[in-house]
């Protein structure tokens, strides 16, 4: 046993495992970072579409069929239609 650890054998199995270690240490820090930059992106997303959907609740119909790219006869035709909506 002594004479297999004093071998190059040994030495180069020795290095082979430190590798692997290092090698699979960084894989799971890489793959642990990419998991919360993930995260603070879904969340930076999700704060982004609150903000979004407060300034579309602030539009009328006309004005978010304008912001949406819709041409101004065509929008012109929504005005009006949330108060015949509400008195129905």
């Given at each position: 046993m002594m004479a297999?650890?004093?071998s190059p054998a040994a030495?180069?199995?020795?290095?082979?495992l430190i590798v692997a270690a290092v090698f699979g240490a960084g894989?799971?820090?890489?793959?642990s970072t990419g998991k919360i930059q993930q995260m603070k992106d879904?969340?930076?997303a999700v704060q982004k579409r609150g903000e979004i959907d407060n300034e579309v609740g602030?539009?009328?119909?006309y004005s978010l069929c304008?912001?949406?790219g819709g041409m101004p006869d065509d929008?012109?035709?929504?005005r009006g239609m949330e108060?015949?909506?509400e008195g129905q």
């Open positions: 297999f650890l004093a030495k180069l199995l020795a290095a082979v894989y799971v820090k890489g793959r879904t969340v930076e602030k539009l009328g119909d304008l912001r949406l929008c012109v035709k929504l108060s015949t909506a």
